[in-house]
């Protein structure tokens, strides 16, 4: 391999890296800054007394020039993403086919679910942020708030990797797999401001501060949705001898009353159910990029 063009140092490999990945998705370029600095990182630890510039001509051979891993990752990450990714329904022409087809797609049940659990994970986000801020805030007069602001912005870091590997599993949106990294060439004071300036680690606390409100409208819009469409669904069942189920409508008892218009109730009803089907399915996708650009650091601004 030729050296002649291979960067002198860490951060030098790192910049070329993140250039040769332009265009690539932003969570994957995340991803593999923070795997080659750690390889780097590691390499030039178990390797005293040599500079960064002659380590990376050491690895280069098998490691890879900062292209050659780029290339890499790309095509690694095709592999995985198709290796990952659900199985597709069969494409339907028909309206009604694209309509109940939704009940086949396994991002529905995941986003469904992700919106039962958002409001959960939005309270303990928002308490999270709200709890830290203040008592670390309020603790920064007495010097001893600053250590715990910067363990809080840490903390805070950890929980956008957690949601958004559950924002990649569910929603299906491509989220980074490794932290941002920690660009170890600088000092800890210049890192630490480096995480101060970094508008990610704002946005990222907005993100939790939105979860609450977000999680309890999801909360709320899939449960009133079922809790309407799943009764009406099973209305015929009130025609069984023995079962005693009310259905009141307009001030009609419906099975004792208008006993004709249960099927198509339940018809409404199976209406109801796959339309809240795909607005679940919708809300997923739309969250997805608000995690997206919320979460994930432009490798733009990299």
């Known amino acids: 391999m030729n050296t002649q063009g291979l960067p002198q140092s860490i ?6 890296l993140r250039r040769a990945l332009a265009g690539a998705d932003p969570a994957l370029v995340q991803d593999a800054l923070y795997d080659a600095e750690e390889y780097l990182r590691s390499e030039l630890a178990e390797q005293p007394g040599r500079s960064e510039a002659e380590v990376i001509a050491a690895v280069a051979s098998s490691y890879g020039a900062p292209d050659e891993v780029a290339e890499i990752y790309r095509d690694t990450e095709v592999k995985v993403q198709t290796a990952l990714r659900p199985p597709v329904p069969a494409p339907r022409s028909s309206l009604a086919g694209r309509f109940f087809g939704v009940a086949a797609d396994p991002r529905t ?7 039962l659990l958002s409001l959960a994970t939005g309270i303990f986000y ?3 942020v709200v709890l830290g801020l203040s008592i670390s805030g309020g603790l920064v007069i007495v010097l001893v ?15 956008s990797l957690v949601e958004g590997r559950l924002v990649e599993v569910m929603l299906g949106e491509r989220m980074p797999r490794r932290p941002l990294y920690a660009a170890r060439g600088r000092s800890w004071t210049q890192r630490i401001a480096d995480m101060f ?4 680690t704002w946005s990222t606390l907005l993100y939790m501060l939105l979860m609450l409100p977000l999680g309890i409208v999801y909360f709320t819009v899939v449960v009133s949705l079922l809790s309407v469409a799943l009764p009406l669904v099973a209305a015929p069942l009130a025609l069984l001898p023995g079962l005693n189920l009310n259905l ?6 419906v099975p004792r009353q208008a006993p004709f ?6 018809g409404v009803g199976v209406l109801l159910l796959f339309a809240t089907l795909h607005l679940c399915r919708g809300i997923g996708r739309v969250h997805g990029a608000i995690a997206k650009q919320l979460l994930v650091k432009s490798a733009q601004f990299a």
Request: cysteine-free; overall charge negative.
């Open 261 to 266: 218009l249960l099927p198509l109730l339940s």
């Open 109 to 115: 049940w995941s986003a469904l679910f992700y919106m």
């Open 145 to 159: 708030g600053i250590p715990l602001l910067i363990l809080f912005l840490g903390s805070v870091r950890v929980l």
């Open 248 to 253: 009141w409508i307009s001030g009609i008892d």
């Open 197 to 200: 300036t970094d508008a990610r």
């Open 11 to 16: 951060p030098e490999y790192l910049e070329q």
């Open 126 to 128: 928002f308490l999270w």
